[in-house]
């Protein structure tokens, strides 16, 4: 599929465990065509998660921009962090290299900064000024801060200091599935992470992603806020529709 429509990019989510594509109307936050997922390659090196990256594009024939996500810092295209995923990608050029792989122009953001745009653009934020934060609980914890929609990117907050160690390795959803927690449990240290949140920031509304956001009625009870909690409105999606909105209409 070649983006003969003006209003499509292909969005491109690279995750720890998946790397899924699909074409997106940017106009109207809508997939155009079911999304492509393929298994992220172990050891997911740079050139290996590169080759998955050209199979996606190929899958849809793709012709045209292409917006990616990591999970890290990115800046001008390169990966500056690498918490959850081969440490080899720190100073790596992603946005040359799935260029390279893609024979098309692609530009690459954080996955929680993009999830936070499509969800501030078509989603839960939708239309909301003020301070915005959208925390992503999965494998690990990702966050964005918007203030009156500007995103401010790879502010990296899931690393914060919480009872003296990094934040996500104690309230992401992950550390739930590996301990086998209950809810509540592990409700209790998202709600300890979300008033360490808000000392720092004073959020109006914090949007909670990630896969566990399906579930938000399992734990959102235990939550207790000062700010507004709301779950995200995209799912699975939110990552390829905020990459592939960072392109631009
Ligand atoms: C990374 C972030 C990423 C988050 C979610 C963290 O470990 O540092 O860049 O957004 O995981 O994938």
Do not use: C
């Not at 295209?77 to 040359?96: E, M, R």
């Not at 003020?130 to 964005?144: C, D, Q, Y």
């Not at 949140?197 to 109006?204: E, G, I, M, S, Y």
Request: hydrophobic fraction near 45%.
């Amino acid at each position: 599929m070649t983006n003969k429509l003006p209003n499509v990019r292909l969005g491109i989510d690279i995750g720890g465990t998946g790397i899924k594509g699909a074409p997106v109307d940017v106009t109207a936050g809508k997939l155009t065509a079911d999304r492509f997922r393929i298994d992220t390659p172990q050891p997911a090196t740079p050139e290996a998660v590169a080759k998955t990256v050209g199979e996606i594009a190929a899958h849809f024939d793709w012709k045209g921009p292409i917006g990616a996500t990591m999970p890290g810092v990115v800046k001008n295209g390169v990966l500056l962090t690498a918490a959850n995923i081969d440490k080899s990608w720190v100073n790596t050029d992603a946005a040359a290299l799935f260029t390279k792989a893609t024979g098309n122009p692609v530009s690459v953001l954080n996955d929680a900064d993009a999830a936070g745009i499509a969800e501030m653009t078509f989603g839960a934020g939708k239309g909301r000024t003020g301070v915005v934060v959208m925390i992503t609980l999965g494998t690990g914890i990702g966050f964005a801060v918007f203030n009156d929609g500007v995103l401010l990117p790879n502010t990296e907050l899931g690393h914060l200091e919480m009872n003296g160690k990094d934040a996500e390795e104690q309230a992401s959803a992950r550390v739930r599935d590996l301990k086998d927690e209950s809810w509540k449990k592990w409700a209790a240290k998202v709600d300890d992470y979300l008033d360490h949140v808000d000392a720092l920031l004073w959020p109006d509304l914090i949007i909670i992603g990630g896969g566990v956001s399906k579930k938000a009625d399992k734990f959102f009870p235990y939550l207790d806020t000062r700010a507004e909690l709301v779950a995200a409105k995209f799912e699975n999606e939110a990552g390829i529709v905020g990459a592939a909105l960072a392109l631009g209409a």
